[in-house]
Protein backbone atom coordinates (compact mmCIF):
# COMPACT_ATOMS: atom_id res chain seq x y z
CA UNK A 1 0.00 0.00 0.00
CA UNK A 2 1.07 3.39 -0.66
CA UNK A 3 0.13 6.29 0.68
CA UNK A 4 0.62 9.87 -1.30
CA UNK A 5 -0.59 13.44 -0.25
CA UNK A 6 -1.45 16.73 -1.56
CA UNK A 7 -1.35 19.90 -0.33
CA UNK A 8 -5.16 19.47 0.85
CA UNK A 9 -6.92 21.02 3.72
CA UNK A 10 -10.87 20.72 4.74
CA UNK A 11 -12.66 23.62 5.00
CA UNK A 12 -15.83 24.11 7.05
CA UNK A 13 -18.89 25.27 5.00
CA UNK A 14 -19.04 28.87 3.81
CA UNK A 15 -14.86 28.99 4.60
CA UNK A 16 -12.57 30.50 2.72
CA UNK A 17 -9.30 27.22 2.43
CA UNK A 18 -6.00 28.64 1.05
CA UNK A 19 -4.20 25.84 0.33
CA UNK A 20 -1.04 24.91 -1.02
CA UNK A 21 1.05 28.25 -1.00
CA UNK A 22 5.09 27.81 0.17
CA UNK A 23 4.44 29.22 3.48
CA UNK A 24 2.05 27.02 4.95
CA UNK A 25 2.98 23.44 3.07
CA UNK A 26 4.26 21.80 6.00
CA UNK A 27 1.02 22.39 8.27
CA UNK A 28 -1.40 21.52 5.30
CA UNK A 29 0.36 17.88 5.84
CA UNK A 30 -1.65 16.85 8.55
CA UNK A 31 -4.97 17.26 6.71
CA UNK A 32 -3.77 15.24 3.59
CA UNK A 33 -5.99 13.88 0.62
CA UNK A 34 -4.82 10.54 0.12
CA UNK A 35 -4.96 8.05 -2.43
CA UNK A 36 -4.66 4.69 -1.20
CA UNK A 37 -3.20 2.23 -3.69
CA UNK A 38 -1.96 4.49 -6.32
CA UNK A 39 1.24 4.93 -7.84
CA UNK A 40 3.94 8.15 -6.98
CA UNK A 41 5.10 9.61 -10.00
CA UNK A 42 8.34 11.80 -10.19
CA UNK A 43 7.25 15.03 -7.87
CA UNK A 44 6.41 15.26 -4.73
CA UNK A 45 2.93 15.41 -3.66
CA UNK A 46 1.60 14.10 -7.17
CA UNK A 47 -1.31 11.86 -6.85
CA UNK A 48 -2.37 9.54 -10.10
CA UNK A 49 -5.48 7.33 -9.55
CA UNK A 50 -4.16 3.33 -10.75
CA UNK A 51 -6.56 1.45 -13.75
CA UNK A 52 -8.39 -1.06 -12.76
CA UNK A 53 -7.01 -4.48 -12.60
CA UNK A 54 -5.69 -6.66 -15.13
CA UNK A 55 -7.57 -9.86 -16.17
CA UNK A 56 -6.40 -12.61 -18.43
CA UNK A 57 -9.31 -11.26 -20.83
CA UNK A 58 -7.74 -7.73 -21.51
CA UNK A 59 -6.54 -7.11 -25.27
CA UNK A 60 -5.83 -3.29 -25.32
CA UNK A 61 -4.12 -1.10 -22.50
CA UNK A 62 -6.41 1.06 -20.59
CA UNK A 63 -6.92 4.86 -21.58
CA UNK A 64 -4.04 7.45 -20.54
CA UNK A 65 -7.31 9.55 -19.14
CA UNK A 66 -9.74 7.37 -17.73
CA UNK A 67 -13.25 8.32 -15.24
CA UNK A 68 -10.23 7.47 -12.12
CA UNK A 69 -7.82 10.23 -13.23
CA UNK A 70 -6.68 12.64 -10.90
CA UNK A 71 -4.77 15.87 -11.23
CA UNK A 72 -0.91 15.29 -11.95
CA UNK A 73 0.65 18.46 -12.92
CA UNK A 74 2.17 20.51 -10.25
CA UNK A 75 2.28 23.79 -12.75
CA UNK A 76 -1.27 24.48 -12.08
CA UNK A 77 -2.80 26.14 -8.90
CA UNK A 78 -4.48 23.17 -6.75
CA UNK A 79 -7.92 22.10 -8.17
CA UNK A 80 -6.88 23.81 -11.33
CA UNK A 81 -5.08 21.07 -13.45
CA UNK A 82 -6.76 19.65 -16.80
CA UNK A 83 -8.17 16.00 -15.52
CA UNK A 84 -9.62 18.07 -12.62
CA UNK A 85 -11.26 20.61 -14.76
CA UNK A 86 -12.99 17.49 -17.35
CA UNK A 87 -14.59 15.96 -13.62
CA UNK A 88 -17.61 16.77 -11.82
CA UNK A 89 -17.27 19.81 -9.11
CA UNK A 90 -17.25 17.30 -6.22
CA UNK A 91 -13.82 15.12 -7.56
CA UNK A 92 -11.19 16.04 -6.06
CA UNK A 93 -12.47 19.48 -4.38
CA UNK A 94 -9.42 21.85 -2.94
CA UNK A 95 -10.31 22.93 -0.16
CA UNK A 96 -12.09 19.19 1.41
CA UNK A 97 -9.95 16.33 3.15
CA UNK A 98 -10.42 13.73 0.85
CA UNK A 99 -9.25 9.85 0.76
CA UNK A 100 -9.41 7.73 -2.45
CA UNK A 101 -9.11 4.24 -1.70
CA UNK A 102 -8.53 2.00 -4.96
CA UNK A 103 -9.01 -1.29 -5.93
CA UNK A 104 -6.32 -2.46 -7.15
CA UNK A 105 -4.00 -3.12 -4.41
CA UNK A 106 -6.77 -4.85 -2.55
CA UNK A 107 -7.61 -7.17 -6.26
CA UNK A 108 -5.90 -10.29 -4.42
CA UNK A 109 -7.79 -9.77 -1.18
CA UNK A 110 -11.13 -11.65 -0.14
CA UNK A 111 -13.59 -8.79 0.80
CA UNK A 112 -16.52 -9.43 2.33
CA UNK A 113 -18.03 -5.96 2.47
CA UNK A 114 -17.15 -2.72 1.51
CA UNK A 115 -16.11 -1.98 5.19
CA UNK A 116 -12.40 -3.92 3.50
CA UNK A 117 -12.09 -0.61 1.48
CA UNK A 118 -13.36 1.88 3.75
CA UNK A 119 -10.78 1.18 6.23
CA UNK A 120 -7.86 2.31 4.65
CA UNK A 121 -9.26 5.49 4.83
CA UNK A 122 -8.25 7.69 8.19
CA UNK A 123 -10.98 8.38 10.55
CA UNK A 124 -13.43 5.63 9.15
CA UNK A 125 -15.17 3.18 11.64
CA UNK A 126 -17.51 0.38 11.88
CA UNK A 127 -20.16 -1.12 13.67
CA UNK A 128 -22.03 -4.09 13.10
CA UNK A 129 -25.79 -3.86 11.96
CA UNK A 130 -28.89 -6.22 12.18
CA UNK A 131 -27.56 -8.30 9.74
CA UNK A 132 -24.67 -10.43 8.59
CA UNK A 133 -23.60 -7.98 5.76
CA UNK A 134 -24.76 -4.60 6.95
CA UNK A 135 -22.94 -2.36 9.18
CA UNK A 136 -22.89 1.51 9.97
CA UNK A 137 -20.68 3.54 8.69
CA UNK A 138 -19.22 6.66 11.03
CA UNK A 139 -16.42 9.59 9.74
CA UNK A 140 -14.81 10.94 12.70
CA UNK A 141 -17.21 9.51 14.93
CA UNK A 142 -20.22 10.81 12.84
CA UNK A 143 -22.08 7.37 13.69
CA UNK A 144 -20.86 6.08 16.66
CA UNK A 145 -24.31 5.75 18.71
CA UNK A 146 -26.43 4.35 15.78
CA UNK A 147 -26.76 0.72 15.27
CA UNK A 148 -29.06 0.47 12.20
CA UNK A 149 -28.28 1.75 8.54
CA UNK A 150 -25.71 4.55 7.76
CA UNK A 151 -26.50 8.48 8.84
CA UNK A 152 -25.49 11.86 8.56
CA UNK A 153 -23.18 10.81 5.76
CA UNK A 154 -24.68 11.28 1.78
CA UNK A 155 -23.22 7.97 -0.33
CA UNK A 156 -22.81 8.14 -4.03
CA UNK A 157 -22.43 5.13 -6.52
CA UNK A 158 -20.75 6.84 -9.95
CA UNK A 159 -22.37 10.01 -8.78
CA UNK A 160 -25.89 8.83 -8.03
CA UNK A 161 -27.20 8.98 -4.58
CA UNK A 162 -27.61 6.01 -2.66
CA UNK A 163 -29.05 7.64 0.38
CA UNK A 164 -33.22 8.55 0.37
CA UNK A 165 -34.21 11.70 1.18
CA UNK A 166 -35.35 10.82 4.50
CA UNK A 167 -31.12 10.37 5.20
CA UNK A 168 -31.28 6.75 5.46
CA UNK A 169 -28.63 4.31 3.94
CA UNK A 170 -27.94 0.73 3.64
CA UNK A 171 -24.67 -1.11 2.94
CA UNK A 172 -25.70 -4.30 2.47
CA UNK A 173 -26.96 -3.69 -0.99
CA UNK A 174 -23.44 -2.92 -2.12
CA UNK A 175 -20.72 -5.10 -2.96
CA UNK A 176 -16.82 -3.98 -2.98
CA UNK A 177 -15.99 -6.29 -6.05
CA UNK A 178 -18.03 -3.79 -7.97
CA UNK A 179 -15.94 -0.80 -7.44
CA UNK A 180 -12.34 0.25 -8.72
CA UNK A 181 -12.06 3.06 -6.54
CA UNK A 182 -13.96 4.64 -3.27
CA UNK A 183 -13.88 8.76 -2.41
CA UNK A 184 -14.33 9.23 1.47
CA UNK A 185 -14.71 12.92 1.94
CA UNK A 186 -13.58 13.51 5.98
CA UNK A 187 -15.73 15.92 7.62
CA UNK A 188 -18.77 18.20 7.65
CA UNK A 189 -19.54 18.71 3.96
CA UNK A 190 -22.64 20.32 3.78
CA UNK A 191 -22.03 22.85 1.29
CA UNK A 192 -21.06 20.41 -1.52
CA UNK A 193 -23.47 17.67 -0.80
CA UNK A 194 -26.51 18.85 1.33
CA UNK A 195 -28.40 18.24 4.89
CA UNK A 196 -27.30 14.67 5.17
CA UNK A 197 -23.45 15.17 4.99
CA UNK A 198 -22.36 17.28 8.42
CA UNK A 199 -20.78 13.99 9.13
CA UNK A 200 -19.30 13.28 5.46
CA UNK A 201 -19.96 12.07 2.05
CA UNK A 202 -18.50 8.49 0.10
CA UNK A 203 -18.76 7.98 -3.74
CA UNK A 204 -18.48 4.64 -4.87
CA UNK A 205 -16.90 4.57 -8.08
CA UNK A 206 -17.65 1.40 -10.11
CA UNK A 207 -15.54 0.12 -12.90
CA UNK A 208 -15.83 0.98 -16.35
CA UNK A 209 -16.62 -1.06 -19.75
CA UNK A 210 -12.84 0.64 -20.64
CA UNK A 211 -11.01 -0.70 -17.88
CA UNK A 212 -12.61 -4.33 -17.74
CA UNK A 213 -12.02 -4.64 -21.29
CA UNK A 214 -13.26 -8.03 -21.27
CA UNK A 215 -14.60 -10.20 -18.62
CA UNK A 216 -13.40 -11.07 -14.80
CA UNK A 217 -14.60 -13.13 -13.08
CA UNK A 218 -13.54 -14.59 -9.38
CA UNK A 219 -15.00 -16.63 -6.37
CA UNK A 220 -14.45 -16.64 -2.52
CA UNK A 221 -14.96 -19.08 0.02
CA UNK A 222 -14.27 -19.30 3.74
CA UNK A 223 -15.38 -20.35 7.08
CA UNK A 224 -19.23 -20.72 8.13
CA UNK A 225 -20.05 -21.25 5.21
CA UNK A 226 -19.25 -18.24 2.96
CA UNK A 227 -18.79 -17.78 -0.60
CA UNK A 228 -19.14 -15.41 -3.14
CA UNK A 229 -19.62 -15.75 -6.63
CA UNK A 230 -18.71 -12.48 -8.90
CA UNK A 231 -18.67 -11.66 -12.99
CA UNK A 232 -17.21 -8.29 -14.07
CA UNK A 233 -18.29 -7.66 -18.38
CA UNK A 234 -17.38 -4.66 -20.10
CA UNK A 235 -16.15 -3.09 -22.89
CA UNK A 236 -15.95 0.15 -24.77
CA UNK A 237 -16.61 0.08 -28.26
CA UNK A 238 -16.94 3.58 -30.46
CA UNK A 239 -19.09 6.04 -28.45
CA UNK A 240 -20.10 2.93 -25.61
CA UNK A 241 -18.93 2.37 -22.82
CA UNK A 242 -21.06 -0.41 -20.93
CA UNK A 243 -20.05 -2.48 -17.94
CA UNK A 244 -21.85 -4.95 -16.06
CA UNK A 245 -21.38 -6.49 -12.53
CA UNK A 246 -23.41 -9.12 -10.63
CA UNK A 247 -22.37 -11.15 -7.31
CA UNK A 248 -24.18 -13.88 -5.36
CA UNK A 249 -23.31 -14.20 -2.02
CA UNK A 250 -24.29 -16.76 0.97
CA UNK A 251 -23.23 -17.78 4.01
CA UNK A 252 -24.28 -19.89 7.42
CA UNK A 253 -23.11 -17.25 9.95
CA UNK A 254 -21.38 -18.21 13.12
CA UNK A 255 -24.54 -17.92 14.93
CA UNK A 256 -27.31 -19.74 15.93
CA UNK A 257 -30.22 -19.09 13.15
CA UNK A 258 -27.80 -16.44 11.12
CA UNK A 259 -27.68 -17.84 7.44
CA UNK A 260 -28.14 -15.40 4.82
CA UNK A 261 -27.73 -14.64 0.90
CA UNK A 262 -27.22 -11.56 -1.20
CA UNK A 263 -27.70 -11.02 -4.90
CA UNK A 264 -26.21 -7.69 -6.71
CA UNK A 265 -26.58 -6.76 -9.93
CA UNK A 266 -25.25 -3.20 -11.43
CA UNK A 267 -25.12 -1.61 -14.52
CA UNK A 268 -23.79 1.39 -15.83
CA UNK A 269 -23.64 2.10 -19.54
CA UNK A 270 -22.59 5.24 -21.43
CA UNK A 271 -22.94 7.06 -24.49
CA UNK A 272 -21.42 10.26 -26.24
CA UNK A 273 -23.01 10.70 -29.51
CA UNK A 274 -21.40 14.16 -29.71
CA UNK A 275 -18.36 15.78 -28.16
CA UNK A 276 -20.77 17.74 -26.38
CA UNK A 277 -22.94 15.19 -25.22
CA UNK A 278 -22.83 12.26 -22.82
CA UNK A 279 -25.52 10.00 -21.41
CA UNK A 280 -24.86 7.83 -18.75
CA UNK A 281 -27.42 5.19 -17.54
CA UNK A 282 -27.06 3.18 -13.93
CA UNK A 283 -29.77 0.22 -12.09
CA UNK A 284 -28.62 -0.87 -9.18
CA UNK A 285 -30.29 -4.05 -8.07
CA UNK A 286 -30.20 -5.85 -4.88
CA UNK A 287 -31.61 -8.81 -3.29
CA UNK A 288 -30.92 -9.26 0.75
CA UNK A 289 -32.15 -12.03 2.85
CA UNK A 290 -31.11 -12.84 5.81
CA UNK A 291 -32.43 -14.68 9.21
CA UNK A 292 -32.04 -12.65 12.02
CA UNK A 293 -31.59 -12.66 15.73
CA UNK A 294 -31.77 -10.06 18.05
CA UNK A 295 -29.41 -8.12 20.45
CA UNK A 296 -28.45 -10.99 22.73
CA UNK A 297 -28.28 -9.96 26.88
CA UNK A 298 -24.65 -10.03 27.43
CA UNK A 299 -24.80 -12.42 30.68
CA UNK A 300 -26.57 -14.91 27.84
CA UNK A 301 -23.82 -13.90 25.38
CA UNK A 302 -20.86 -15.34 28.26
CA UNK A 303 -22.32 -18.10 29.01
CA UNK A 304 -23.95 -19.91 25.79
CA UNK A 305 -22.14 -16.98 23.32
CA UNK A 306 -22.95 -18.90 20.09
CA UNK A 307 -26.69 -20.49 20.95
CA UNK A 308 -25.69 -23.56 20.26
CA UNK A 309 -28.69 -26.30 21.36
CA UNK A 310 -31.58 -23.23 21.49
CA UNK A 311 -33.25 -23.73 18.24
CA UNK A 312 -36.11 -26.26 19.23
CA UNK A 313 -37.26 -26.49 22.59
CA UNK A 314 -36.35 -22.87 24.63
CA UNK A 315 -35.61 -23.43 28.17
CA UNK A 316 -36.19 -20.14 31.17
CA UNK A 317 -32.85 -20.13 31.67
CA UNK A 318 -30.07 -18.04 30.99
CA UNK A 319 -28.33 -20.04 28.70
CA UNK A 320 -30.70 -19.50 25.73
CA UNK A 321 -32.02 -15.98 24.63
CA UNK A 322 -35.88 -16.25 23.72
CA UNK A 323 -38.57 -13.73 23.08
CA UNK A 324 -42.70 -14.34 24.53
CA UNK A 325 -45.29 -14.88 21.30
CA UNK A 326 -49.27 -14.75 21.56
CA UNK A 327 -50.68 -18.32 20.79
CA UNK A 328 -53.14 -16.60 18.55
CA UNK A 329 -51.21 -13.99 17.09
CA UNK A 330 -52.66 -11.45 18.04
CA UNK A 331 -50.92 -8.58 20.28
CA UNK A 332 -51.68 -8.87 23.78
CA UNK A 333 -54.29 -11.95 23.45
CA UNK A 334 -54.21 -15.66 24.13
CA UNK A 335 -51.50 -17.70 25.90
CA UNK A 336 -48.63 -16.80 25.90
CA UNK A 337 -45.31 -19.05 24.77
CA UNK A 338 -41.40 -18.75 24.68
CA UNK A 339 -39.71 -19.36 21.22
CA UNK A 340 -37.13 -19.68 19.66
CA UNK A 341 -36.29 -17.04 16.77
CA UNK A 342 -35.56 -20.21 14.80
CA UNK A 343 -39.15 -21.21 15.60
CA UNK A 344 -40.45 -17.87 15.29
CA UNK A 345 -38.96 -17.31 11.79
CA UNK A 346 -37.66 -14.63 12.26
CA UNK A 347 -35.81 -12.40 8.93
CA UNK A 348 -35.51 -9.77 7.09
CA UNK A 349 -35.57 -10.18 3.12
CA UNK A 350 -35.79 -6.96 1.47
CA UNK A 351 -35.85 -5.84 -2.10
CA UNK A 352 -33.56 -2.42 -4.03
CA UNK A 353 -34.22 -0.57 -7.11
CA UNK A 354 -31.80 1.99 -8.03
CA UNK A 355 -32.14 3.73 -11.53
CA UNK A 356 -30.46 6.68 -12.97
CA UNK A 357 -30.06 8.69 -15.98
CA UNK A 358 -27.41 11.46 -16.65
CA UNK A 359 -27.57 13.60 -19.44
CA UNK A 360 -24.26 16.20 -19.56
CA UNK A 361 -24.06 18.85 -22.36
CA UNK A 362 -20.93 21.39 -22.97
CA UNK A 363 -22.13 24.62 -24.25
CA UNK A 364 -18.53 25.49 -25.11
CA UNK A 365 -14.82 24.44 -23.51
CA UNK A 366 -15.66 26.01 -19.95
CA UNK A 367 -19.51 26.33 -19.74
CA UNK A 368 -21.01 22.32 -19.06
CA UNK A 369 -24.74 21.53 -18.28
CA UNK A 370 -25.38 18.25 -16.01
CA UNK A 371 -28.79 16.96 -15.43
CA UNK A 372 -29.63 13.83 -13.63
CA UNK A 373 -32.54 11.50 -11.83
CA UNK A 374 -32.53 8.96 -9.78
CA UNK A 375 -35.09 6.91 -9.06
CA UNK A 376 -34.89 4.80 -5.48
CA UNK A 377 -37.39 1.51 -4.81
CA UNK A 378 -36.53 0.15 -1.41
CA UNK A 379 -39.56 -3.19 -0.88
CA UNK A 380 -39.26 -4.43 3.16
CA UNK A 381 -41.28 -7.79 2.04
CA UNK A 382 -40.64 -8.92 5.21
CA UNK A 383 -38.78 -8.29 8.52
CA UNK A 384 -38.17 -8.03 12.17
CA UNK A 385 -37.71 -4.51 13.57
CA UNK A 386 -37.67 -4.15 17.54
CA UNK A 387 -37.28 -6.27 20.19
CA UNK A 388 -39.87 -7.04 22.33
CA UNK A 389 -40.31 -5.16 26.10
CA UNK A 390 -42.11 -6.27 29.10
CA UNK A 391 -45.69 -6.65 28.75
CA UNK A 392 -45.66 -6.77 24.69
CA UNK A 393 -45.76 -10.30 22.86
CA UNK A 394 -44.40 -10.50 20.02
CA UNK A 395 -41.93 -9.02 17.49
CA UNK A 396 -43.07 -7.23 15.24
CA UNK A 397 -42.64 -7.76 11.27
CA UNK A 398 -42.27 -4.68 9.22
CA UNK A 399 -43.81 -4.79 5.57
CA UNK A 400 -43.82 -2.22 2.84
CA UNK A 401 -42.47 0.20 0.22
CA UNK A 402 -40.49 3.42 0.00
CA UNK A 403 -40.40 5.24 -3.06
CA UNK A 404 -37.95 7.85 -3.71
CA UNK A 405 -37.28 10.61 -6.40
CA UNK A 406 -33.85 12.81 -7.00
CA UNK A 407 -33.65 15.02 -8.95
CA UNK A 408 -30.49 17.39 -9.71
CA UNK A 409 -29.38 20.19 -11.86
CA UNK A 410 -26.28 22.23 -12.07
CA UNK A 411 -24.13 24.04 -14.81
CA UNK A 412 -20.40 24.38 -14.21
CA UNK A 413 -18.31 27.19 -15.86
CA UNK A 414 -14.39 28.18 -15.79
CA UNK A 415 -14.49 31.36 -17.18
CA UNK A 416 -11.96 33.23 -15.41
CA UNK A 417 -12.69 35.75 -12.62
CA UNK A 418 -11.23 39.24 -12.77
CA UNK A 419 -8.41 37.90 -14.81
CA UNK A 420 -7.76 34.89 -12.16
CA UNK A 421 -8.10 31.57 -13.22
CA UNK A 422 -11.89 30.19 -11.80
CA UNK A 423 -14.36 27.71 -11.42
CA UNK A 424 -18.04 28.70 -11.18
CA UNK A 425 -20.81 25.82 -9.66
CA UNK A 426 -24.34 26.64 -9.12
CA UNK A 427 -26.80 23.51 -7.99
CA UNK A 428 -29.88 22.66 -7.49
CA UNK A 429 -31.97 19.59 -6.04
CA UNK A 430 -35.50 18.45 -5.66
CA UNK A 431 -36.09 14.88 -3.58
CA UNK A 432 -38.23 13.01 -2.17
CA UNK A 433 -39.12 10.03 -0.59
CA UNK A 434 -42.61 8.03 0.44
CA UNK A 435 -43.43 5.17 2.44
CA UNK A 436 -45.81 3.23 4.33
CA UNK A 437 -44.23 0.28 6.69
CA UNK A 438 -46.85 -1.74 8.12
CA UNK A 439 -45.73 -4.02 11.23
CA UNK A 440 -47.71 -7.60 12.39
CA UNK A 441 -47.28 -9.63 15.32
CA UNK A 442 -45.62 -13.12 14.56
CA UNK A 443 -48.21 -15.90 15.59
CA UNK A 444 -46.00 -18.62 18.07
CA UNK A 445 -45.13 -22.33 17.58
CA UNK A 446 -45.69 -23.16 14.18
CA UNK A 447 -41.90 -23.63 12.80
CA UNK A 448 -42.73 -20.55 10.30
CA UNK A 449 -41.01 -18.88 8.03
CA UNK A 450 -42.30 -15.20 9.77
CA UNK A 451 -45.98 -16.02 9.51
CA UNK A 452 -47.83 -13.12 10.45
CA UNK A 453 -51.10 -13.19 12.25
CA UNK A 454 -52.75 -9.41 13.82
CA UNK A 455 -52.02 -6.07 11.99
CA UNK A 456 -50.07 -4.21 14.90
CA UNK A 457 -49.63 -0.89 13.42
CA UNK A 458 -48.74 1.11 10.40
CA UNK A 459 -46.50 4.08 9.64
CA UNK A 460 -47.13 6.77 6.75
CA UNK A 461 -44.56 8.89 6.41
CA UNK A 462 -43.31 11.25 3.56
CA UNK A 463 -39.86 13.71 3.77
CA UNK A 464 -39.13 16.18 0.80
CA UNK A 465 -36.06 18.21 0.39
CA UNK A 466 -34.72 21.24 -1.69
CA UNK A 467 -31.76 22.07 -2.40
CA UNK A 468 -29.84 25.27 -3.63
CA UNK A 469 -25.84 24.72 -3.69
CA UNK A 470 -23.14 27.34 -4.70
CA UNK A 471 -19.43 27.09 -4.79
CA UNK A 472 -16.28 29.35 -6.66
CA UNK A 473 -12.89 28.04 -6.71
CA UNK A 474 -10.80 31.16 -7.83
CA UNK A 475 -6.61 30.06 -8.53
CA UNK A 476 -5.07 33.46 -6.98
CA UNK A 477 -1.62 31.93 -7.62
CA UNK A 478 0.41 28.71 -8.85
CA UNK A 479 0.45 27.77 -5.37
CA UNK A 480 -2.91 29.31 -4.04
CA UNK A 481 -6.73 28.85 -4.45
CA UNK A 482 -9.14 30.68 -2.85
CA UNK A 483 -12.72 28.53 -2.01
CA UNK A 484 -15.70 29.12 -0.83
CA UNK A 485 -18.86 26.99 -0.35
CA UNK A 486 -22.64 27.48 -0.22
CA UNK A 487 -25.53 25.50 0.31
CA UNK A 488 -29.23 26.36 1.02
CA UNK A 489 -31.82 23.52 2.32
CA UNK A 490 -35.36 23.19 2.89
CA UNK A 491 -37.18 20.32 4.05
CA UNK A 492 -39.98 18.91 5.23
CA UNK A 493 -40.73 15.74 7.22
CA UNK A 494 -44.72 14.15 7.46
CA UNK A 495 -45.96 11.32 8.97
CA UNK A 496 -48.64 9.22 11.19
CA UNK A 497 -48.06 6.66 13.23
CA UNK A 498 -50.98 3.99 13.46
CA UNK A 499 -51.65 1.64 16.60
CA UNK A 500 -54.02 -0.83 16.75
CA UNK A 501 -55.27 -2.06 19.67
CA UNK A 502 -57.79 -5.44 20.71
CA UNK A 503 -60.05 -5.66 23.36
CA UNK A 504 -59.87 -8.70 25.87
CA UNK A 505 -61.04 -11.16 25.44
CA UNK A 506 -63.28 -10.21 22.19
CA UNK A 507 -59.98 -9.78 20.27
CA UNK A 508 -62.24 -6.79 18.67
CA UNK A 509 -60.25 -3.97 17.30
CA UNK A 510 -60.45 -0.66 19.35
CA UNK A 511 -60.35 2.54 17.53
CA UNK A 512 -56.63 2.77 15.98
CA UNK A 513 -54.84 5.36 17.86
CA UNK A 514 -52.83 8.09 15.99
CA UNK A 515 -49.83 10.54 16.37
CA UNK A 516 -49.06 12.57 13.62
CA UNK A 517 -46.37 15.12 12.76
CA UNK A 518 -45.89 17.71 10.02
CA UNK A 519 -42.35 20.06 10.11
CA UNK A 520 -40.62 21.95 8.39
CA UNK A 521 -36.47 22.76 8.55
CA UNK A 522 -34.36 25.22 7.13
CA UNK A 523 -30.71 25.51 7.39
Not at 181 to 205: E, L, Q
Not at 216 to 245: P, Q
Request: hydrophobic share 35%.
Amino acid sequence: MTSRSTLMHGAALGALALLSSASVALAQQSLPTIDVGGRLRTGAGVRTAPRGPTTATRTAPTPAVSDDSAPSDTAYAPGFSPERLKLPIYRDPPGQTTTTVNQKFLKTTPMFTVQEMLQYSPGVSFNQGSIPRDFTISIRGSGNRLNFGVRNIQMYEDGFPLVTADGNGRTEILDPHAYSAIDVYRGPSSAMFGNYAYGGAINFRTFSGAQIDGADTGSEAGSFGYINNYVRVGKKVGDFDVALFASDVRGDGFLLHNAYSNQTGNLVAKWTPVPTDRFTLKYLFNNSFAEQNLTTPLTTYYLNPFQNGCSAAVIASPYCFFTIAPRNGVTGGGAALPQSFAQMGSHQHTLRHITGLRWEHDFDNDTTLRTQVTYNYLDNINGTTIPPRLGVFGIPVLRGPAVGLNVTTDITSSAPLFGYPARHYLGFVYENVKSTFRSFTQIANVWNYGMVGGAAGKIDSYHSNISLRAREEVALSKDLTAVVGFSSNWNRAWGVNTVYNYRQPTLLMNLPSETAVDNDYWN
